[in-house]
């Protein structure tokens, strides 16, 4: 990967996590974007995962741990995952569709995480549903953030490669 795109990558993941420290609603944040971003758009993978998880690492040292962190940046590293299928083809429907499903993975993975390694809800069947049903509402607003934030970061890069020969990922390094 050339530099200048390596840059501007990094550079707006690093806005994104910054962004997470702005006050906001709850799960209305950048950071499922940010993973999907970050699959779709460095060539190198480890690049993909490192970036995006490093900036959710750098704003919970801002915000803090849980003890459901690990579960958390498991879903992000399974929505990076998500991001190399949208990098096949970026399209403006596979990106939203990635993005849709990125909200759902997050909602199921860490709502579980909540449900196997907490005491807020029974270890049994009914105490699952108690917790998946309780977190219904805090749905729209992942939804809602993964769009818009996904809209925001694959928008700015095509607006990048479009104006900048540079930032094309065949591009020669400068």
Not at 58 to 69: A, K, N, R
Request: net charge positive.
């Amino acid at each position: 990967m050339n530099k200048t795109r390596f840059a501007v990558l990094a550079g707006m993941i690093l806005v994104a996590a910054v962004a997470r420290l702005i006050p906001h609603p709850p799960n209305f944040s950048p950071i499922a974007a940010m993973a999907l971003f970050g699959g779709a758009g460095f060539a190198d993978r480890r690049a993909a995962f490192l970036m995006p998880l490093a900036g959710l690492f750098l704003s919970d040292l801002v915000l803090g741990f849980h003890p459901i962190t690990p579960v958390v940046y498991g879903s992000f590293a399974l929505i990076v995952c998500l991001g190399f299928w949208v990098r096949r083809r970026r399209s403006v429907w596979r990106i939203a569709g990635a993005a849709v499903m990125s909200a759902i993975l997050f909602f199921v993975i860490t709502n579980f995480g909540v449900w196997a390694m907490g005491h807020l809800y029974p270890q049994m069947p009914a105490g699952l549903v108690d917790c998946y049903v309780a977190a219904i509402p805090f749905f729209r607003n992942t939804l809602l953030s993964n769009l818009l934030y996904s809209a925001l970061l694959f928008g700015g890069l095509a607006v990048a490669e479009n104006r900048f020969v540079k930032m094309h990922e065949g591009a020669v390094a400068a």
